[in-house]
């Protein structure tokens, strides 16, 4: 199963808006996305295409059309700065989860 | 408050088996509780491993035949191992509790396994 395909990078400037597309989800609702800062460990952020885990901040939305999620950032803050990863579960007769190629924000 | 931490040796041999542990505190192995093992090479994207829960397991088709995922009640652990490495193995490993359902709730640290003679 190919990964699923993500921008290698997308970049604003604070306070700005932008979007993180994931091409190749699944038709179910079973998209999440996380937070990797450099040296960390992943961290959750949007779960069941468009819940927040207690704690994250309201502005990271999640939405979804067709095969494509999709991850916005809303008043880009320097600590957004980070890469982001999808993740959808394919489903089928074999359970198999498969991630996103992954995107580097960088905050102008 | 869930946490996990990974151990096991941060060097193996080609060929060797790669064995790491994931101690658990804070959840418990009840059911319904998913447990997964993840990795990272050196600079590049995430790649899921496998899962164990009380009743069985899933892996990753591609690792399936070299990979075996345990759980340990007693102990409050479960662990990963994969045999036949090579340096294409090399990466952090994560555990990770599941969420419900299908995602990853929680993380461990990593740790970093390099596979080299």
């Known amino acids: 199963q190919s990964a699923l395909t993500q921008p290698a990078s997308v970049s604003g400037s604070p306070g700005q808006s932008i979007t993180i597309s994931c091409i190749g989800t699944?038709?179910?609702?079973?998209v999440s996305w996380y937070q990797q800062h450099p040296g960390e460990a992943p961290k959750l952020i949007i779960y069941e295409v468009v819940k927040r885990p207690s704690g994250v901040s309201h502005r990271f939305s999640g939405s979804k059309s067709g095969n494509t999620a999709s991850l916005t950032i809303s008043g880009l803050q320097a600590e957004d700065e980070a890469d982001y990863y999808c993740c959808s579960n394919v489903g089928g007769p074999v359970i198999l989860y498969v991630f996103g190629t992954g995107t580097t924000v960088t905050v102008l | 408050q869930v946490q996990l931490q990974e151990s096991g040796p941060g060097l193996v041999k080609p060929s060797g088996t790669l064995s790491l542990t994931c101690a658990v505190s804070?959840?418990?192995?009840?059911?319904?509780?998913?447990w997964t093992w993840i990795r990272q090479p050196p600079g590049k994207g995430l790649e899921w491993i496998g899962e164990?829960?009380?009743?069985?397991?899933n892996y990753n088709p591609s690792l399936k035949s070299r990979l075996t995922i345990s759980m340990d009640k007693s102990n409050n652990q479960f662990s990963l191992s994969l045999t036949s490495v090579t340096a294409a193995d090399t990466a952090v490993y994560y555990c990770a509790k599941n969420g419900v359902p299908w995602y990853f709730e929680y993380w461990g640290q990593g740790i970093l396994v390099t596979v080299s003679s």
């Open positions: 804070g959840a418990s192995f009840s059911s319904g509780t998913w």
């Open positions: 699944s038709r179910d609702n079973l």
């Open positions: 164990i829960y009380l009743s069985g397991s």
